[in-house]
């Protein structure tokens, strides 16, 4: 798989340590480690507040978790619509016998 990045002016010249930390958190992102990409993600932007990569970045795993939690939010009460509704439906006779 090709992997493409782009460097912006304001990251390259960023000082090495917010680098870093931005390079971690993509990385971390990438593994699904979101607790600890946006940890990474808030000491780059600590460090340099003016690197657009990192607030991008940052704001991307705000979206991801927050979609998350939506999800695991969701899905049980779907789960639950789905059954409610089966057990509302007349019954057939092989409902009967089994």
């Excluded at 990409?37 to 507040?49: G, I």
């Excluded at 970045?57 to 939690?69: A, D, H, N, P, T």
């Excluded at 009460?77 to 439906?89: D, G, N």
Aim: charged residues 30%; glycine residues 4%.
């Amino acid at each position: 798989m090709l992997k493409v990045s782009l460097i912006s002016a304001t990251t390259a010249l960023a000082p090495e340590a917010a680098r870093k930390a931005l390079e971690k958190g993509q990385e971390q992102q990438q593994k699904g480690k979101l607790d600890d990409a946006q940890k990474s993600l808030e000491k780059a932007v600590a460090m340099y507040p003016s690197s657009a990569a990192a607030w991008f970045e940052l704001g991307r795993v705000q979206l991801q978790k927050k979609r998350s939690c939506q999800r695991a939010h969701i899905l049980p009460a779907i789960a639950r619509s789905r059954f409610e509704v089966r057990q509302s439906l007349p019954r057939t006779h092989a409902d009967r016998q089994a």
